[in-house]
């Protein structure tokens, strides 16, 4: 059963990644890269290449033995916290679009942040398994779970990137809740501290009170502020129910900004129309339905953590990012797993998936759930048993 389970999720991720390729390449083959010669395959070329390590490095990881990973977290979490203190130093981090988010070596760049939203759902994972008993309590679970969270978000608003920090927060606390952290300690903090941290981004940061006020009235202004917003919604009024067909996109004509990363959706809607746009989500709800699966078969607490933590970062990121091109919520810069142009975001991503697909290879299979329930029953209960017993029959439930 696990290995039909691994495969469906295998299958899924696959079928998600052909559909970028299409994408990559029909919305950016009329755009060309800065300090690049006339090549309609420059973007393509690179989203290839992160796409061929993305996969080799997913097939080492889904082979190894996830239960590594529990002592690589700090290691991992470290050295995340180390590449994003180098974004803010001048001179080492390359400041685009008034943010410093990006490493440069050579002719390719790494978003550190790509690479903590990795790093920070294996610590959570590792902290919760670990901590299990503590969670439940302020001091010794809640308040450093708070610091070691809080970190990343601080040095991803330093760069400044708000729409990350909060991302960071959000998935790693899904992973904490979900490990045993309690709910009202989450609620009262985050009742006091968000009203104020709101208030005083927006009243010191231009670029956000820009994007709320867009988001409230989309029209106020469709040259500046209002373009892109508006522009992505006449792409996808445009595809209607079977779309303009693919390379037919108008809105990529350099009307739409961003279109091979954030905005990647809004062409495929006009391209591949209401039908495409199902298909795209229908994959991603069977993706987090896969994910699930494997988190409930895991075979102990840090194996259900691991695909837990990825399977939400997974589908939050594609939910906010579909928020954003159908101007459901105000405009942040957040690309569509799998699916839209970028190098570091596509590899540690995949490298995520490599995580699952490991937990995959070693889920509970119905039988043997069934055998452990019994030898619980009877009082002959292994270590083994012991940990898994609890899966065994939530699973032997649901059969």
């Known amino acids: 059963m696990s290995g039909s389970l691994r495969n469906a999720y295998l299958l899924n991720v696959l079928a998600l990644l052909g ?31 992160f796409l061929g390590l993305g996969l080799a490095a ?27 203190v180098l974004t803010l130093i001048p001179g080492i981090g390359t400041e685009y679009n008034g943010a410093r988010r990006w490493l440069r070596f050579g002719g390719f760049g790494l978003q550190p942040s790509d690479f903590a939203k990795f790093a920070l759902l294996v610590m959570a994972a590792a902290f919760a398994a670990t901590r299990k008993e503590q969670l439940a309590d ?8 708070c610091l070691f969270v809080g970190i990343y978000s601080v040095l991803c608003m330093a760069q400044p990137d ?13 992973v904490l809740i979900c490990g045993g ?42 040259l500046g502020k209002g373009h892109q917003v508006n522009q992505s919604l006449i792409a996808i009024g445009s595809g209607g129910v079977e779309g303009q067909g693919l390379g037919n996109s108008t809105q990529k004509l350099y009307y739409l900004p961003e279109q091979e990363t954030d905005f990647i959706f809004a062409v495929l809607a006009e391209e591949t129309g209401f039908v ?61 797993p799998f699916i839209s142009f970028g190098g570091s975001a596509c590899f540690f991503y995949l490298c995520g998936v490599g995580l699952v697909l490991s937990v ?21 209960r292994s270590t083994d048993s012991a940990n898994l017993s609890a899966r065994a029959r939530r699973l032997v439930a649901g059969t």
Not at 21 to 49: C, N, Q, T, Y
Not at 58 to 82: E, F, G, Q, S, T
Not at 162 to 174: C, D, H, N, V
């Open 19 to 49: 559909i970028g390729v299409v994408m990559v390449f029909s919305s950016s083959a009329i755009r060309l890269m800065p300090g690049m010669e006339s090549d309609p395959f420059v973007f393509i070329k690179r989203h290839l290449l």
């Open 58 to 84: 997913m097939a080492l990881i889904a082979r190894a033995d996830y239960a590594l990973w529990l002592k690589a977290a700090k290691p991992l979490y470290l050295l995340a916290l180390a590449l994003l």
């Open 138 to 145: 302020f001091r010794r679970g809640f308040l450093p779970a």
């Open 162 to 174: 708000f729409g990350t920090s909060l991302f960071l927060a959000a998935s790693a606390f899904l």
């Open 181 to 222: 952290l309690r709910v009202r300690h989450l609620v009262l903090v985050a009742a006091l501290m968000l009203p104020v941290a709101s208030v005083v981004m927006y009243s010191k940061f231009d670029h956000i009170q820009s994007r709320v006020l867009v988001f409230l009235d989309p029209a106020a202004d469709p």
């Open 276 to 336: 495409g746009s199902a298909v795209t989500l229908a994959l991603y709800a069977a993706l987090m339905v896969l994910g699930m699966k494997v988190a409930r078969r895991a075979r102990d607490r840090f194996g259900t953590l691991l695909a837990t933590g990825v399977t939400g970062a997974i589908g939050l990121q594609a939910v906010i990012n579909i928020a954003v091109v159908t101007a459901s919520v105000p405009t942040k810069g957040i690309g569509l």
């Open 360 to 380: 995959a290879r070693r889920c509970v299979s119905a039988q043997e759930a069934a055998g452990l329930e019994r030898a619980e029953t009877s009082g002959a």
